[in-house]
């Protein structure tokens, strides 16, 4: 114990930040949108803690929707959203197809483990999912809900390469646009030790060894 902490307080202040369990660890705010925790079943958002609306008429959290299971937790998203929230009905016409996006702080060149859970709404043939990474389409999945009386949820993982020290990442529904499509839930995102990510982490540790 007593020489780990001399350890790190070898390590040169600017270094300790790559130390803490944010850089080193979960790369995603509320990538399992359980917030905000809402009240009913369903409800819709212009942003929520973590995630930006880029296209489509709002962020729609799901809870318990026909009894439904979430991947974690107890919520997730439906990307083919709504326009007028519950209580408001459904119109002809209405559509919901929304992008989603969050920027996070990374290291060019350095390799991340991308994984998130996706799910045919049950009940609906048409779930698209498009995944794009620093701009770049890394997925497009869909899935059918026909016959389903739960979700099914279907974990990827996928290693992504950063190319500045802000990327985003981008959810999309390319189902036809109908309120109805495209579940996604458990989004989680961490660093890989590769070059890169040791290019940034080995000066400071050769610099704590040096002060010691
Ligand atoms: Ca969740
Ligand atoms: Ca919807
Ligand atoms: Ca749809």
Not at 41 to 55: A, K, Q, R
Not at 78 to 104: A, V
Not at 120 to 129: E, I, K, S, T, W
Request: with cysteine; hydrophobic share 40%.
């Amino acid at each position: 114990m007593k020489r780990k902490t001399k350890w790190l307080l070898g390590v040169p202040g600017a270094c300790l930040l790559l130390f803490t369990p944010a850089a080193l660890g979960e790369l995603i705010i509320n990538g399992d949108f359980e917030e905000p925790a809402i009240g009913g079943t369903w409800e819709i958002f212009s942003e929520i803690p973590g995630w930006s609306l880029v296209s489509g008429p709002s962020i729609e959290i799901q809870r318990g929707v026909g009894g439904w299971s979430a991947y974690d937790g107890e919520q997730w998203v439906e990307l083919d959203s709504d326009e007028n929230g519950p209580g408001n009905g459904h119109f002809s016409g209405e559509g919901g197809s929304s992008s989603i996006e969050q920027s996070i702080e990374t290291i060019p060149g350095g390799e991340y483990l991308l994984t998130f859970a996706f799910s045919a709404r049950p009940g609906v043939n048409d779930n698209q999912l498009l995944v794009e990474f620093d701009d770049e389409v890394v997925l497009e999945a869909s899935a059918s809900g026909t016959g389903l009386d739960n979700t099914s949820w279907e974990l990827y993982e996928l290693i992504v390469t950063a190319s500045s020290d802000i990327t985003t990442l981008r959810f999309s529904d390319m189902s036809v646009s109908n309120t109805l499509g495209t579940l996604l839930d458990g989004v989680s995102m961490t660093a890989l030790p590769g070059p890169a990510v040791l290019g940034v982490l080995l000066p400071c540790l050769l610099a704590s060894r040096r002060r010691r």
